[in-house]
């Protein structure tokens, strides 16, 4: 089955992407509500409609266990059996097998099933182990789970090929490895329990083994992480599906999610949400009895998961996803635990994250020290030849010159200080400095033409000899070179410094020459510090200047996909 993931918009690890199963599509971070035919809290009809879910999850191994709905679902086929047209997600009895030990289905049997129903994604039968398995307990069934995996290998579904090891981070990373190399879905399993404990930091520990093991190109699944205050959390580690059952079964027991927690509807005096169904009922849906109550609740909950998947893509595309993190951590001791355990993993976001964004960053609290974009801003700022520093947290010395750029700009606006006066020259040298590197400043000549916005005064374009050397972004301050500094920073920087190299490619070279962009799949190799963001040189095999660009993608996730945009040409 043709299976395609292509990056659209990113910050730090997480993406929002348009991932397409067959001829059907959708938008990522998404949510799959897990609809069960066989007790239908919510009408299949109103998850598409109403709730607008791109993919629903099933239980097949369900299906296979009732003779009618085998027997109907293989005659009708599993689409036209559930009245949906989106993709269609399938679990394999994995889950009764954690929950009663033993399933009555053969790992081939559930398979050859879910090719039969025509299923969009597929399981296996994987063992999830219980996260305080003992190690050689977890690494016997991690074993038995990879045997499993290869019988899917060819299967007629994109394969969900899970990721176990218990609370373990070296067999996660043991399983993504193994399973990251063959199939191109992963779900991370077994963390069921992490969640519904509160381990949240172990929780972070297990999720972000496996992402670190995966090729950058694989579509994760948070397997069964149904609850919404944790979708920001995960999305930032690069989760790109999540699956709900927990809408419907926290219903059933009378509790009502939050965006930053569950109460106990019976005790609830006040209700504080305006879905539709909460503007409907107000306190008055805890007088609901029996299923209306149930399905009213279930709702709810289902509007507060889809509003944060809706808030977690608004963040990536305005570059504050970390705010929308560091605000859920506050609202539980465990969140921030959570948030405690993924700074120890800020350099290897720090890699995938954006060197500049659209919207400014604010500094949160203690934990905006480790966070990725202070770690980039710091390693630049060591490339900057200036002596004139102040103090501004959470960055440390920050180079005066430097103020206007993006990420200090939003931090210093937050004081009562005033900008420093600059000679415009030393600014604009040090800019260069920041962005490209040492001796970058050199560029500029000292009798560089500067022009200013009319509105604003703000520097934005610079002319030398008559020519447009470079234009000055007014979002961020930096520099976005033209002609004539490109080919000088092409001369100064040897390969790969700045670079992405295209194949041995005529009609590549020539399509980006006309200034289309330059896709992944024609990429030979790539600056590997280089940051989503940056100003790029585009060189051909021989290192001939081709035209600048801006990097879309980090240079590993560059490296891994095979589809999408690498850098967009000036």
């Known amino acids: 089955m043709d299976f395609d993931f292509e990056i659209k918009r990113k910050d730090i690890a997480a993406r929002v992407g348009r991932l397409k199963i067959g001829d059907r599509s959708m938008e990522t971070p998404a949510l799959m509500p897990v609809y069960n035919p066989q007790k239908r809290t919510i009408p299949i009809e109103d998850l598409a409609e109403e709730f607008g879910a791109g993919a629903i999850m099933a239980n097949a191994y369900m299906l296979y266990k009732d003779e009618d709905s085998k027997k109907e679902v293989l005659d009708k086929g599993i689409h036209d059996y559930l009245g949906y047209d989106g993709i269609i997600?399938?679990?394999?009895?994995?889950?009764?097998?954690?929950?009663?030990?033993?399933?009555?289905?053969?790992?081939?049997?559930?398979?050859?099933?879910?090719?039969?129903?025509?299923?969009d994604i597929g399981s296996f039968l994987d063992i999830p182990s219980h996260p305080d398995a003992y190690l050689?307990?977890?690494?016997?069934?991690?074993?038995?789970?990879?045997?499993r995996s290869r019988e899917a290998e060819n299967a007629g579904f994109a394969v969900n090929a899970a990721i176990q090891g218990a609370k373990y981070p070296e067999l996660r990373a043991e399983a993504a490895k193994s399973v990251g190399e063959r199939f191109k879905l992963v779900a991370v399993g077994g963390i069921v329990p992490l969640m519904e404990a509160y381990r949240f930091d172990e929780l972070v520990h297990v999720i972000m083994a496996a992402k670190k093991a995966l090729p950058a190109d694989r579509v994760v699944h948070a397997f069964g992480l149904g609850h919404p205050m944790l979708f920001p959390l995960a999305a930032l580690m690069g989760c790109d599906l999540f699956d709900s059952a927990a809408y419907a079964l926290y219903a059933q027991a009378g509790r009502?999610?939050?965006?930053?927690?569950?109460e106990d509807l019976d005790s609830m005096e006040h209700i504080f949400c305006c879905c539709p169904v909460c503007s409907k009922h107000g306190i008055g849906i805890k007088e609901l009895f029996g299923q209306d109550r149930v399905e009213a609740v279930a709702r709810h909950n289902l509007y507060v998961s889809f509003d944060m998947i809706g808030r977690i893509k608004h963040a990536i595309k305005s570059g504050r996803l970390w705010e929308l993190v560091a605000k859920q951590a506050r609202s539980h001791p465990k969140m921030m635990a959570a948030l405690t355990a993924l700074l120890e993993h800020s350099p290897w976001m720090a890699e995938l994250d954006p060197i500049t964004k659209p919207r400014a960053m604010y500094h949160t609290g203690a934990e905006s020290q480790k966070r990725p974009e202070v770690i980039n801003a710091k390693i630049r700022l060591d490339r900057v030849g200036s002596k004139n520093h102040i103090e501004l947290a959470p960055f440390g010395q920050v180079n005066d010159e430097l103020l206007d750029m993006y990420p200090f700009n939003g931090v210093f606006s937050m004081m009562d200080?005033?900008?420093?006066?600059?000679?415009?020259?030393?600014?604009?040298?040090?800019?260069?400095?920041?962005?490209?590197?040492?001796?970058?400043?050199?560029?500029?000549?000292?009798?560089v033409i500067i022009k200013r916005s009319r509105k604003t005064k703000r520097i934005r374009w610079l002319y030398h000899k008559g020519a447009m050397l470079a234009s000055v972004r007014a979002s961020d301050h930096f520099i976005l070179p033209h002609e004539p500094l490109l080919a000088a920073l092409h001369a100064k920087f040897p390969a790969?410094?700045?670079r992405i190299r295209l194949i041995d490619d005529a009609d590549v070279v020539a399509a980006v020459r006309d200034g289309r962009?330059?896709?992944?799949?024609?990429?030979?190799?790539?600056?590997?510090?280089?940051?989503?963001?940056?100003?790029?040189?585009?060189?051909?095999?021989?290192?001939?200047?081709?035209?600048?660009?801006?990097?879309?993608?980090?240079?590993?996730?560059?490296?891994?996909?095979?589809?999408g945009m690498a850098a967009r040409a000036r």
């Open 89 to 119: 997600a399938t679990d394999s009895g994995s889950y009764q097998l954690m929950v009663y030990g033993a399933v009555d289905i053969d790992n081939k049997d559930i398979i050859e099933f879910e090719e039969g129903i025509g299923t």
């Open 496 to 498: 790969p410094r700045l």
């Open 136 to 147: 050689p307990r977890a690494r016997q069934q991690l074993e038995t789970t990879l045997e």
């Open 417 to 447: 200080d005033s900008m420093p006066k600059v000679r415009d020259i030393r600014k604009l040298r040090a800019i260069m400095e920041y962005q490209f590197g040492p001796g970058a400043g050199e560029l500029i000549p000292a009798d």
């Open 517 to 563: 962009s330059a896709m992944c799949k024609f990429v030979a190799d790539i600056d590997p510090d280089l940051r989503p963001g940056d100003e790029c040189l585009i060189v051909d095999c021989n290192d001939r200047l081709i035209r600048g660009g801006q990097l879309h993608l980090a240079p590993r996730e560059v490296s891994d996909f095979t589809r």
């Open 256 to 262: 009502y999610m939050t965006d930053s927690g569950t």
